[in-house]
């Protein structure tokens, strides 16, 4: 199957009344905050959307994506490529935020025309995945042996209990 150009916006309810099936591709330079929150794309985002009606009449939808960004090691300060998937996303379309969700679903909303900006949702979606304090793998990594300590941990003195006068008195009684 040929994958083809996403486009921007979709609307989930005809989608999911068609149960509609999309296998496509979002082109890196699309993806703007994405490329800010990392040091690059490396790939463009391929991606596969399933379009269905859930139990409660309103538009599910199901995603797949997968590319490659490049990281900057917080150990050793060097580049890496790293792998970011969302694997079986699931979306349910409401009218409010605040509305009870199947568990495992999480909400969207819809602009005022019905319609879902597809790129924003995968690329949020891509960007929370991004990991917090990005590494090297061990192996990979030139500091991953170094001693990571800086300076020397004094030794504790034992210091007096300050209960220990309370302990007497209650063993005087």
């Not at 409401?94 to 495992?104: A, C, K, M, N």
Request: net charge negative; aromatic share 4%.
């Amino acid at each position: 199957m040929q994958k083809l150009k996403l486009p921007n916006k979709i609307n989930p309810s005809r989608c999911a009344s068609r149960e509609a099936v999309y296998e496509a591709v979002i082109e890196k330079e699309q993806l703007e905050r994405l490329d800010a929150s990392s040091q690059g794309i490396q790939s463009d985002v391929s991606v596969k959307l399933t379009f269905e009606v859930g139990q409660s009449r309103r538009p599910l939808i199901r995603v797949d994506a997968n590319t490659q960004v490049m990281l900057q090691c917080q150990r050793c300060g060097g580049s890496f490529s790293h792998p970011i998937e969302i694997a079986d996303g699931c979306y349910q379309v409401v009218r409010d935020l605040s509305q009870e969700l199947p568990e495992g679903y999480e909400p969207v909303e819809t602009d005022e025309d019905g319609e879902l900006d597809i790129f924003q949702l995968i690329e949020d979606e891509l960007i929370l995945l991004l990991p917090l304090s990005p590494m090297h793998d061990d192996a990979d990594c030139p500091m991953a042996d170094a001693s990571m300590s800086w300076g020397e941990i004094a030794e504790e003195e034992e210091r007096p209990n300050p209960f220990s006068v309370l302990e007497r008195l209650k063993r005087n009684n």
